[in-house]
């Protein structure tokens, strides 16, 4: 059973909207979760990390977690076509070992 | 702007030749990582080291892959012999290291195939 669950999409969203990305980990000792956005043919790249309960903000990306129901979600605002990438969530399940979910490619269609 | 570099950016060989990847993380980092990415598997650990001592390579194969870190500076990852199921992009990354929201900065990759 895979660790770090994602659905693998893609997810289709017009240009304007609220995209929503969700990733589900199965490790109840999990202390950081991090969001990475790859574009077709590059590397990963940070969006944001979180590692407590709630909501953290920054510019139009909103990272939610709830531990209790071993989820983490991500929320892009006013999408953009330049926001269409696949989007990668990491769990850190001890140290510094991450473990990458499949991805979930998302579409901003103008 | 601090980077990590990784060389080959392509790499194109025959099966059963020996291929190897260079990695220069970030400076100042002290933990570097060795990832595989294919369509079928994902994003895979490979290996990892800090302080250029190996914590991890349980996501290696033993037989044929081997990485090492000469010094601080270079990272080192082999394949011998290749084979065509290890045709991948193989990207390495750097972290500060030491803080739980450290973050692991990807170089750019190496694409290799095996033909």
């Known amino acids: 059973q895979k660790e770090v669950e994602q659905n693998s999409g893609p997810l289709s969203v017009p240009e304007g909207a609220i995209a929503s990305l969700n990733c589900t980990y199965s490790d109840r000792g999990s202390q950081s979760f991090f969001w990475y956005r790859q574009y077709s043919g590059k590397s990963p790249e940070l969006i944001m990390f979180i590692y407590s309960n709630g909501d953290k903000e920054d510019g139009r990306f909103t990272a939610q977690l709830n531990k209790a129901s071993q989820y983490v979600s991500l929320l892009i605002r006013d999408s953009q076509p330049s926001d269409s990438a696949t989007y990668l969530c990491?769990?850190?399940?001890?140290?510094?070992?991450?473990?990458f979910g499949a991805g979930t490619i998302l579409r901003v269609k103008s | 702007d601090a980077r990590v570099t990784q060389t080959p950016r392509h790499k194109v060989t025959e099966m059963g030749q020996e291929v190897t990847m260079r990695c220069q993380p970030i400076l100042g980092h002290n933990t570097v990582f060795w990832y595989r990415q294919t369509m079928m598997q994902g994003l895979e650990l490979l290996a990892y080291?800090?302080?250029?001592?190996?914590?991890?390579d349980s996501g290696m194969p033993k037989d044929r892959f081997s990485a090492e870190m000469p010094d601080a500076t270079l990272a080192t990852l082999k394949i011998q012999p290749s084979e065509p199921r290890d045709s991948a992009v193989y990207f390495c990354?750097?972290?500060?290291?030491?803080?739980?929201?450290?973050?692991?900065?990807f170089g750019p990759g190496t694409r290799l195939t095996v033909l």
């Open positions: 080291f800090r302080n250029r001592a190996p914590l991890d």
């Open positions: 990354a750097s972290e500060r290291g030491g803080s739980r929201g450290d973050t692991q900065y």
């Open positions: 990491a769990v850190n399940e001890y140290g510094n070992k991450l473990v």
